[in-house]
């Protein structure tokens, strides 16, 4: 995927849609979805961009030497695991973004201690997640990482307990697998699994329901040693409240309130120093454990100079005016084509045996996209992206601004700028990066003659808003304009009356009610108007626009129908 050249197909296409769902056949009304798109902000705000950095390798590959992580962790992984994986085990809350090795974060330490406790029976760890279906999907990976290590295969147990009972004489998986865990609602009640993921829905039953009992039933003081609650900032309100209330009952009947718990929170990215007081407070309210000033684990990422260390700008070349067919990718036949067209726009003059095609073979098939990524690093042009950015995220039309500075080229031709930054940013989404491996896991790897991994060369993020239709009026005059009524103040308001649409036949006009005992018009809200129209057919008069050689007169707006055709909107089709 490239979110470079989707984000324009989504704009494209969601103009596309109103044009068509939206077209009038009412004369002077045909320009105003037309004149809604052309409005910067109208529906769409500019996409923003923002590139992150890879993040900070750790020291030491080896933290959890039975359960091994594969390659060198994280800084921040790191961080976790000294909190997590010491004899005194330290409530944590880990925020760091999407692709961060979260899970890993708290897994690894749990099920070093599991394996530690193998010998003794009951739950030692319970991961609460907000949805089903992240449980469902973690449960799977778990069950992986487990069967995939001959010291855990065999020794531990996951089990899920989610949703309702499938009824009698259905059952579930009953024990581990490649990728399940076990289901069973029996199995768990007989032999109760050393690490149990479910929801705080199904929690609570196991601690209310008598038939669910036996799952605690080998629960002694100190048994229970881990409380994970994934994604624990959409546990807000009234959530939250019964989240906490659940954990405190929880301690209490698992005897585990004397301290010795040690709770774990997931949260996206923090804003910074104050945000992450706030979460600390939020989860000693939640959990009922305090959390010290270490506790919160943040992401920790490469700085520009550092990225770009030993990378000396060898590549200059950039796409002209005459090359804006081939950047458009809405021209090209397919992503593929298109990415290799962008790749000899920006690469020129690549020696024999170090041009793409060349490198691209079925023993390595990514070996070009990594070629990529590095000539990226020695391009000039990525470079003063990474610069403008800063780490930020920048909308489209300022970045487009900056980078033009430093380009006559984009200053005096603006649709070329945009359409090669476009394409650089498809490139960078393309390029790829080797992930790191350990020795041992390398040689496993090749043993099985499976390719070489490799990971994003960055984290490309494009984040395109668009603002809900809700509530439109159209002024009235001349050139209708469509708004949104909550923009306007209530003098602008009053002339201003809701669009109505026909689909059959494309009519467009004002809707506005008339009462005989009110001045005109009676109501011309989209609250007060909507809801009227939704419970009978023909709730008043409904003026179209006019034609430019009929003036508006807010006198029509007050005529009072005599007759069905006079009330019917759409006069065309008679709707």
Same mark, same amino acid.
């Given at each position: 995927?490239?979110?470079?050249?989707?984000?324009?197909?989504l704009?494209?296409?969601?103009?596309?849609?109103?044009?068509?769902?939206?077209?009038?056949?009412t004369?002077?009304?045909e320009?105003v979805?037309?004149?809604?798109?052309?409005?910067?902000g109208?529906?769409?705000?500019?996409?923003?961009v923002?590139?992150?950095?890879?993040f900070?390798?750790g020291?030491?590959p080896?933290?959890?030497?039975?359960?091994p992580?594969?390659?060198?962790?994280?800084?921040?992984?790191e961080?976790?695991?000294?909190?997590?994986?010491?004899?005194?085990?330290?409530?944590?809350?880990?925020?760091?973004?999407t692709g961060?090795?979260?899970?890993?974060?708290?897994?690894?330490?749990?099920?070093?201690?599991?394996l530690?406790?193998?010998?003794?029976?009951?739950?030692?760890a319970i991961?609460?997640?907000?949805?089903n279906a992240?449980?469902?999907?973690?449960?799977?990976?778990?069950a992986?990482?487990i069967?995939?290590?001959?010291?855990?295969?065999g020794k531990l147990t996951a089990?899920?307990?989610?949703?309702?009972?499938r009824g009698?004489?259905t059952?579930?998986?009953?024990?581990?697998?490649?990728?399940?865990?076990?289901?069973?609602?029996?199995?768990?009640?007989?032999?109760?699994?050393?690490?149990l993921?479910?929801?705080?829905?199904?929690?609570d039953y196991?601690?209310?329901r008598p038939?669910d009992?036996?799952?605690?039933q080998?629960n002694?003081r100190?048994?229970?040693?881990?409380?994970v609650?994934?994604?624990?900032?959409?546990?807000d309100g009234a959530?939250?409240t019964?989240?906490a209330c659940?954990?405190?009952r929880l301690?209490?009947?698992?005897?585990?309130?004397?301290?010795?718990?040690c709770?774990v929170g997931?949260?996206?990215?923090?804003g910074?120093?104050?945000?992450?007081?706030e979460?600390?407070?939020?989860?000693?309210?939640v959990?009922?454990?305090?959390?010290?000033?270490?506790?919160?684990?943040?992401e920790?990422?490469?700085s520009e100079a550092?990225?770009?260390?030993g990378?000396?700008?060898?590549?200059?070349?950039e796409p002209?005016s005459?090359d804006?067919?081939?950047l458009?990718?809405?021209?090209a036949?397919?992503?593929e084509?298109w990415?290799?067209?962008?790749?000899?726009l920006?690469?020129?003059?690549?020696?024999p045996?170090?041009?793409?095609?060349?490198?691209?073979?079925?023993e390595?098939?990514?070996?070009?996209?990594?070629?990529?990524?590095?000539?990226?690093?020695?391009?000039?042009?990525?470079q003063?992206?990474?610069?403008?950015?800063g780490?930020?995220t920048?909308?489209?039309?300022r970045l487009?601004?900056k980078?033009s $500075?430093q380009?006559? =080229?984009?200053?005096?031709? !603006?649709?070329?700028?945009?359409l090669?930054?476009?394409?650089? /940013? @498809?490139?960078v989404s393309?390029?790829?990066?080797w992930?790191?491996?350990?020795?041992?896991?390398?040689?496993r790897?090749e043993?099985?003659?499976m390719?070489?991994p490799?990971?994003p060369?960055?984290?490309?993020?494009?984040?395109?808003w668009?603002?809900?239709l809700?509530?439109?009026?159209?002024?009235?005059g001349e050139?209708?304009?469509?708004?949104?009524?909550m923009?306007?103040?209530?003098?602008?308001?009053?002339k201003?009356?809701p669009?109505?649409?026909?689909?059959e036949?494309?009519?467009m006009?004002?809707?506005?009610?008339?009462?005989?005992?009110?001045?005109?018009?009676?109501?011309?809200?989209?609250?007060?108007?909507?809801?009227?129209?939704?419970?009978q $057919?023909?709730?008043? =008069?409904?003026?179209?626009? !006019?034609?430019?050689?009929?003036?508006?007169?807010?006198?029509? /707006? @007050?005529?009072?129908?005599?007759?069905r055709s006079?009330?019917?909107?759409?006069?065309?089709?008679?709707?």
């Amino acid at each position: 995927m490239i979110p470079s050249a989707l984000a324009g197909q989504l704009q494209q296409g969601l103009a596309d849609f109103l044009r068509f769902s939206f077209w009038s056949s009412t004369p002077g009304m045909e320009h105003v979805v037309e004149d809604l798109l052309a409005e910067p902000g109208g529906l769409l705000k500019d996409p923003y961009v923002s590139l992150k950095l890879p993040f900070v390798s750790g020291k030491n590959p080896r933290y959890f030497p039975d359960v091994p992580l594969g390659f060198t962790p994280y800084f921040h992984q790191e961080q976790a695991f000294a909190r997590l994986g010491g004899r005194r085990k330290l409530s944590t809350l880990i925020a760091t973004g999407t692709g961060s090795g979260k899970t890993e974060s708290f897994l690894l330490p749990i099920l070093d201690h599991c394996l530690s406790e193998a010998g003794s029976r009951g739950v030692k760890a319970i991961l609460i997640y907000p949805m089903n279906a992240l449980a469902t999907d973690q449960a799977g990976r778990i069950a992986r990482l487990i069967h995939g290590n001959d010291k855990l295969r065999g020794k531990l147990t996951a089990g899920l307990y989610i949703g309702e009972d499938r009824g009698r004489g259905t059952t579930g998986d009953t024990r581990m697998g490649p990728g399940t865990v076990i289901t069973d609602r029996a199995t768990l009640r007989d032999s109760p699994p050393d690490l149990l993921l479910t929801n705080y829905k199904m929690l609570d039953y196991l601690l209310l329901r008598p038939s669910d009992q036996g799952i605690w039933q080998h629960n002694q003081r100190g048994t229970l040693r881990f409380l994970v609650a994934d994604e624990i900032h959409t546990f807000d309100g009234a959530q939250g409240t019964d989240l906490a209330c659940l954990i405190r009952r929880l301690k209490r009947r698992l005897q585990v309130d004397d301290g010795s718990l040690c709770c774990v929170g997931t949260s996206a990215t923090l804003g910074g120093p104050e945000a992450a007081a706030e979460l600390r407070a939020y989860a000693e309210a939640v959990f009922g454990e305090p959390f010290d000033d270490h506790a919160v684990i943040g992401e920790s990422r490469l700085s520009e100079a550092d990225y770009l260390e030993g990378c000396p700008k060898e590549w200059t070349t950039e796409p002209g005016s005459a090359d804006k067919p081939a950047l458009d990718p809405t021209r090209a036949t397919d992503p593929e084509s298109w990415l290799h067209a962008q790749v000899r726009l920006w690469f020129v003059g690549a020696p024999p045996g170090q041009r793409f095609g060349e490198l691209h073979t079925a023993e390595n098939p990514d070996a070009w996209a990594v070629a990529l990524g590095d000539r990226l690093r020695h391009h000039a042009a990525f470079q003063a992206l990474l610069e403008v950015l800063g780490g930020q995220t920048v909308d489209w039309e300022r970045l487009v601004a900056k980078l033009s $500075r430093q380009r006559s =080229a984009w200053r005096e031709d !603006p649709e070329l700028g945009r359409l090669a930054l476009l394409s650089l /940013l @498809g490139l960078v989404s393309a390029a790829r990066a080797w992930r790191a491996e350990l020795p041992e896991v390398a040689a496993r790897r090749e043993a099985r003659g499976m390719p070489r991994p490799v990971q994003p060369f960055l984290d490309v993020r494009l984040q395109l808003w668009q603002r809900e239709l809700r509530r439109m009026v159209a002024s009235v005059g001349e050139r209708p304009r469509l708004r949104h009524s909550m923009d306007l103040d209530r003098e602008t308001r009053r002339k201003h009356l809701p669009l109505v649409h026909c689909r059959e036949c494309g009519a467009m006009g004002w809707g506005t009610l008339v009462q005989r005992d009110k001045p005109p018009p009676a109501a011309h809200r989209p609250r007060q108007l909507l809801p009227r129209l939704l419970r009978q $057919r023909f709730p008043g =008069a409904i003026p179209f626009s !006019p034609c430019r050689r009929t003036p508006v007169r807010w006198t029509e /707006l @007050g005529q009072r129908p005599t007759s069905r055709s006079e009330s019917a909107f759409a006069s065309n089709c008679g709707q």
